[in-house]
């Protein structure tokens, strides 16, 4: 069956440390993977889209990772700051899927001072 | 506004009831999705319209659930006959287009339905 798995345990981090955060998915074949933060009560916000033969992409604080052949992605968010704390998802984009998003359920990040 | 806008942002119907739920995507685009997100889960694709083309409707759970467009603007998502397993999250977005991939998807704050 299709999965797309991301820890689903809370990751607390200290302040200033790289939060790495990862989405694997099984029986999938994503042309892209987009990763988007949501805040509580409030809707996913787009962070960072790779294309399926893109190795990594990178904006400001944040990088993506995308390997195709171990079916995951990481996402990263080098120096951390309280603000940081969220959930973030991952989200399969199909080929051929019209655009339509998969989304995993979720890392809840914590960063603490 | 600059955003999706939906409405409304709270709703708490009894069993049984019909609900009408409101999508203003941002001007000029022209693709439009809804997505359902129970506690402590993913979303769910439900439908999605992409200009004057006819809605990929492959996510809605039953024939209860069915989504208009107006053109390339307002959206609704109405809700038959509500029962308790549909109380969620449901939220709205938009993109400049569905037709070319790699477009990020814009997201207004949901209406949080509550079905007694």
């Known amino acids: 069956s299709q999965k797309i798995e991301q820890n689903s345990e809370a990751l607390n981090i200290q302040e200033g440390k790289t939060a790495t955060l990862t989405c694997n998915y099984t029986?999938?074949?994503?042309?892209?993977l987009q990763w988007y933060r949501q805040d509580p009560g409030r809707g996913p916000v787009f962070l960072l889209l790779?294309?399926?033969?893109?190795k990594e992409k990178r904006k400001e604080r944040l990088k993506v990772t995308f390997d195709t052949t171990l079916k995951q992605s990481l996402f990263h968010i080098t120096a951390s700051q309280p603000a940081d704390s969220a959930t973030y998802l991952c989200?399969?984009?199909?080929?051929?899927?019209?655009?339509?998003?998969?989304f995993g359920t979720g890392t809840q990040l914590k960063v603490e001072l | 506004g600059a955003g999706v806008s939906q409405s409304p942002s709270n709703k708490v119907t009894e069993k049984g009831k019909d609900v009408e739920l409101r999508c203003d995507p941002i001007?000029?685009?022209?693709?439009l999705y809804w997505y359902r997100q129970r506690l402590g889960q993913g979303l769910e694709f439900l439908i999605y319209?992409?200009?004057?083309?006819?809605?990929?409707k492959s996510g809605l759970p039953s024939d209860r659930f069915s989504a208009e467009r107006t053109g390339e603007s307002v959206s609704t998502l109405t809700i038959q006959r509500t029962q308790q397993e549909d109380s969620a999250v449901y939220l709205c977005?938009?993109?400049?287009?569905?037709?070319?991939?790699?477009?990020?998807?814009?997201f207004g704050d949901g209406t949080r339905l509550s079905i007694l």
């Open positions: 977005a938009s993109s400049l287009t569905g037709s070319h991939s790699n477009q990020p998807q814009h």
């Open positions: 029986n999938y074949s994503p042309a892209y």
């Open positions: 790779i294309r399926e033969n893109e």
């Open positions: 989200a399969l984009e199909l080929t051929g899927g019209g655009n339509k998003l998969t």
């Open positions: 001007s000029g685009h022209t693709a």
């Open positions: 319209f992409q200009g004057n083309s006819a809605p990929d």
